[in-house]
T-cell receptor, first 112, second 115 residues
Framework: AQSVAQPEDQVNVAEGNPLTVKCTYS??????LFWYVQYPNRGLQFLLKYITGDNLVKGSYGFEAEFNKSQTSFHLKKPSALVSDSALYFC??????????FGTGTKLQVIP | KAGVTQTPRYLIKTRGQQVTLSCSPI?????VSWYQQTPGQGLQFLFE???????NKGNFPGRFSGRQFSNSRSEMNVSTLELGDSALYLCASSPLSGTQDVGYTFGSGTRLTVV
Protein backbone atom coordinates (compact mmCIF):
# COMPACT_ATOMS: atom_id res chain seq x y z
CA ALA A 1 0.00 0.00 0.00
CA GLN A 2 1.16 3.53 -0.70
CA SER A 3 1.24 6.22 1.95
CA VAL A 4 2.61 9.70 2.48
CA ALA A 5 3.44 11.49 5.69
CA GLN A 6 3.72 15.18 6.46
CA PRO A 7 5.28 15.25 9.91
CA GLU A 8 4.56 18.91 10.66
CA ASP A 9 1.03 20.20 11.15
CA GLN A 10 2.28 23.78 10.93
CA VAL A 11 5.41 25.54 9.80
CA ASN A 12 6.13 29.16 10.71
CA VAL A 13 8.71 31.15 8.78
CA ALA A 14 9.59 34.83 8.59
CA GLU A 15 8.99 36.64 5.34
CA GLY A 16 12.10 36.60 3.18
CA ASN A 17 13.53 33.49 4.84
CA PRO A 18 13.80 30.13 3.07
CA LEU A 19 11.03 27.66 3.76
CA THR A 20 10.84 23.88 3.78
CA VAL A 21 7.72 21.74 4.07
CA LYS A 22 8.54 18.10 4.68
CA CYS A 23 7.08 15.01 3.05
CA THR A 24 8.05 11.37 3.18
CA TYR A 25 6.43 8.54 1.27
CA SER A 26 6.15 4.79 1.36
CA UNK A 27 5.60 2.77 -1.82
CA UNK A 28 6.91 -0.40 -3.38
CA UNK A 29 8.29 0.86 -6.64
CA UNK A 30 8.85 4.15 -8.37
CA UNK A 31 6.24 6.73 -7.37
CA UNK A 32 4.79 9.80 -8.91
CA LEU A 33 4.92 12.59 -6.34
CA PHE A 34 2.98 15.84 -6.22
CA TRP A 35 2.61 19.00 -4.19
CA TYR A 36 -0.63 20.95 -4.01
CA VAL A 37 -1.58 24.17 -2.22
CA GLN A 38 -4.99 25.07 -0.81
CA TYR A 39 -6.17 28.55 0.04
CA PRO A 40 -9.17 29.06 2.37
CA ASN A 41 -12.49 27.88 0.98
CA ARG A 42 -10.91 26.76 -2.28
CA GLY A 43 -9.92 23.53 -3.93
CA LEU A 44 -6.34 22.40 -4.22
CA GLN A 45 -4.00 23.92 -6.78
CA PHE A 46 -1.26 21.92 -8.47
CA LEU A 47 2.27 23.18 -7.66
CA LEU A 48 4.65 20.62 -9.08
CA LYS A 49 5.24 16.94 -9.77
CA TYR A 50 8.03 14.41 -9.94
CA ILE A 51 7.64 11.62 -12.45
CA THR A 52 11.18 10.68 -13.39
CA GLY A 53 14.49 12.31 -14.24
CA ASP A 54 16.08 15.24 -12.44
CA ASN A 55 15.67 15.01 -8.69
CA LEU A 56 15.12 18.76 -8.35
CA VAL A 57 11.73 19.75 -9.66
CA LYS A 58 10.69 23.35 -10.21
CA GLY A 59 7.08 24.40 -10.02
CA SER A 60 4.72 27.33 -9.77
CA TYR A 61 5.22 30.50 -7.72
CA GLY A 62 8.95 29.88 -7.21
CA PHE A 63 8.51 26.59 -5.37
CA GLU A 64 10.73 23.59 -5.92
CA ALA A 65 10.99 20.11 -4.46
CA GLU A 66 13.79 17.62 -4.15
CA PHE A 67 13.19 13.92 -4.67
CA ASN A 68 15.43 11.79 -2.48
CA LYS A 69 14.98 8.11 -3.16
CA SER A 70 17.27 6.86 -0.39
CA GLN A 71 15.41 8.88 2.22
CA THR A 72 12.02 8.44 0.51
CA SER A 73 11.43 12.15 0.83
CA PHE A 74 10.02 14.88 -1.37
CA HIS A 75 10.41 18.12 0.58
CA LEU A 76 8.94 21.35 -0.76
CA LYS A 77 11.21 24.39 -0.71
CA LYS A 78 11.29 28.06 -1.58
CA PRO A 79 14.33 30.34 -1.25
CA SER A 80 12.43 33.38 0.00
CA ALA A 81 8.97 33.14 1.59
CA LEU A 82 6.18 35.61 0.90
CA VAL A 83 3.23 36.40 3.16
CA SER A 84 1.01 35.33 0.26
CA ASP A 85 2.52 31.83 0.47
CA SER A 86 0.58 31.27 3.69
CA ALA A 87 -1.75 28.36 2.95
CA LEU A 88 -2.27 24.64 3.45
CA TYR A 89 0.15 22.42 1.55
CA PHE A 90 -0.45 18.81 0.60
CA CYS A 91 2.00 16.20 -0.59
CA UNK A 92 0.61 13.33 -2.66
CA UNK A 93 1.82 10.02 -4.08
CA UNK A 94 0.56 7.81 -6.88
CA UNK A 95 1.66 4.41 -8.14
CA UNK A 96 0.62 3.43 -11.64
CA UNK A 97 -3.13 3.09 -11.89
CA UNK A 98 -3.77 3.39 -8.19
CA UNK A 99 -5.54 6.31 -6.58
CA UNK A 100 -3.67 9.43 -5.54
CA UNK A 101 -3.01 9.39 -1.79
CA PHE A 102 -2.65 12.71 -0.02
CA GLY A 103 -0.84 13.59 3.17
CA THR A 104 -2.66 15.25 6.04
CA GLY A 105 -1.47 18.68 5.04
CA THR A 106 0.90 21.25 6.53
CA LYS A 107 -0.23 24.75 7.34
CA LEU A 108 2.40 27.27 6.31
CA GLN A 109 2.35 30.59 8.12
CA VAL A 110 4.65 33.30 6.77
CA ILE A 111 5.13 36.04 9.34
CA PRO A 112 5.63 39.61 8.08
CA LYS B 1 -10.33 27.35 -20.70
CA ALA B 2 -12.99 26.76 -18.07
CA GLY B 3 -11.87 25.05 -14.89
CA VAL B 4 -13.47 22.26 -12.95
CA THR B 5 -16.99 23.24 -11.95
CA GLN B 6 -18.67 21.84 -8.89
CA THR B 7 -22.27 22.51 -8.01
CA PRO B 8 -23.68 23.47 -5.68
CA ARG B 9 -21.02 25.32 -3.67
CA TYR B 10 -22.89 25.02 -0.41
CA LEU B 11 -25.53 22.59 0.76
CA ILE B 12 -27.37 22.07 4.03
CA LYS B 13 -29.22 18.80 4.46
CA THR B 14 -30.99 17.03 7.27
CA ARG B 15 -29.82 13.73 8.68
CA GLY B 16 -31.41 10.85 6.78
CA GLN B 17 -31.81 12.76 3.52
CA GLN B 18 -29.87 12.08 0.37
CA VAL B 19 -27.78 14.45 -1.72
CA THR B 20 -26.33 14.59 -5.22
CA LEU B 21 -23.24 16.60 -6.05
CA SER B 22 -22.14 17.43 -9.55
CA CYS B 23 -18.76 17.92 -11.17
CA SER B 24 -17.96 19.10 -14.67
CA PRO B 25 -14.31 18.46 -15.54
CA ILE B 26 -12.12 20.51 -17.80
CA UNK B 27 -13.05 19.98 -21.42
CA UNK B 28 -11.14 16.98 -22.77
CA UNK B 29 -10.39 15.53 -19.34
CA UNK B 30 -11.69 11.99 -19.05
CA UNK B 31 -10.69 11.16 -15.49
CA VAL B 32 -12.66 12.45 -12.52
CA SER B 33 -11.85 11.70 -8.90
CA TRP B 34 -13.75 12.59 -5.75
CA TYR B 35 -12.31 13.32 -2.32
CA GLN B 36 -13.83 14.10 1.05
CA GLN B 37 -11.96 16.69 3.09
CA THR B 38 -12.49 17.07 6.81
CA PRO B 39 -10.31 18.81 9.41
CA GLY B 40 -9.61 15.60 11.29
CA GLN B 41 -9.16 13.15 8.42
CA GLY B 42 -7.59 15.26 5.71
CA LEU B 43 -8.32 14.22 2.12
CA GLN B 44 -9.97 10.84 1.85
CA PHE B 45 -10.34 9.23 -1.57
CA LEU B 46 -13.87 8.30 -2.57
CA PHE B 47 -13.68 7.09 -6.15
CA GLU B 48 -12.20 7.66 -9.57
CA UNK B 49 -13.96 7.42 -12.90
CA UNK B 50 -12.41 7.18 -16.32
CA UNK B 51 -14.48 6.98 -19.49
CA UNK B 52 -17.64 6.17 -17.52
CA UNK B 53 -15.99 3.28 -15.64
CA UNK B 54 -15.10 3.28 -11.97
CA UNK B 55 -11.35 2.70 -11.84
CA ASN B 56 -10.67 2.95 -8.13
CA LYS B 57 -12.78 3.04 -5.00
CA GLY B 58 -11.97 4.20 -1.51
CA ASN B 59 -13.04 2.76 1.82
CA PHE B 60 -16.40 4.41 2.20
CA PRO B 61 -19.73 2.73 2.93
CA GLY B 62 -22.15 1.85 0.17
CA ARG B 63 -24.15 5.00 0.98
CA PHE B 64 -21.58 6.81 -1.15
CA SER B 65 -21.91 6.19 -4.85
CA GLY B 66 -20.97 7.88 -8.06
CA ARG B 67 -21.19 7.76 -11.78
CA GLN B 68 -19.75 9.38 -14.86
CA PHE B 69 -21.59 10.32 -18.00
CA SER B 70 -20.48 10.11 -21.61
CA ASN B 71 -19.53 13.80 -21.57
CA SER B 72 -17.22 13.07 -18.58
CA ARG B 73 -19.41 14.96 -16.13
CA SER B 74 -19.66 13.11 -12.85
CA GLU B 75 -22.07 12.96 -9.97
CA MET B 76 -21.72 11.56 -6.51
CA ASN B 77 -24.63 10.59 -4.32
CA VAL B 78 -24.79 10.15 -0.60
CA SER B 79 -27.88 8.46 0.79
CA THR B 80 -29.14 8.38 4.37
CA LEU B 81 -26.96 11.30 5.40
CA GLU B 82 -25.21 11.21 8.76
CA LEU B 83 -23.79 14.11 10.76
CA GLY B 84 -20.31 12.77 10.06
CA ASP B 85 -20.81 13.27 6.33
CA SER B 86 -20.42 17.02 6.83
CA ALA B 87 -17.33 17.89 4.83
CA LEU B 88 -15.90 19.63 1.80
CA TYR B 89 -16.29 17.35 -1.20
CA LEU B 90 -13.68 17.96 -3.86
CA CYS B 91 -13.72 16.86 -7.45
CA ALA B 92 -10.51 16.60 -9.46
CA SER B 93 -10.07 16.05 -13.17
CA SER B 94 -7.10 15.01 -15.27
CA PRO B 95 -6.71 14.25 -18.95
CA LEU B 96 -5.48 10.72 -18.51
CA SER B 97 -5.58 7.95 -16.00
CA GLY B 98 -2.74 5.79 -14.79
CA THR B 99 0.90 6.06 -15.63
CA GLN B 100 0.66 9.22 -17.68
CA ASP B 101 -0.75 11.24 -14.83
CA VAL B 102 -0.04 14.92 -15.12
CA GLY B 103 -1.64 15.98 -11.88
CA TYR B 104 -5.13 16.97 -10.95
CA THR B 105 -7.07 20.14 -11.47
CA PHE B 106 -9.45 20.57 -8.56
CA GLY B 107 -12.78 22.27 -8.36
CA SER B 108 -13.58 24.66 -5.52
CA GLY B 109 -15.61 21.99 -3.79
CA THR B 110 -19.08 21.55 -2.37
CA ARG B 111 -19.42 22.31 1.33
CA LEU B 112 -22.00 19.88 2.71
CA THR B 113 -23.42 20.45 6.15
CA VAL B 114 -25.66 17.81 7.67
CA VAL B 115 -27.86 18.97 10.56
Amino acid sequence: AQSVAQPEDQVNVAEGNPLTVKCTYSVSGNPYLFWYVQYPNRGLQFLLKYITGDNLVKGSYGFEAEFNKSQTSFHLKKPSALVSDSALYFCAVKMGYQKVTFGTGTKLQVIP
Amino acid sequence: KAGVTQTPRYLIKTRGQQVTLSCSPISGHRSVSWYQQTPGQGLQFLFEYFSETQRNKGNFPGRFSGRQFSNSRSEMNVSTLELGDSALYLCASSPLSGTQDVGYTFGSGTRLTVV
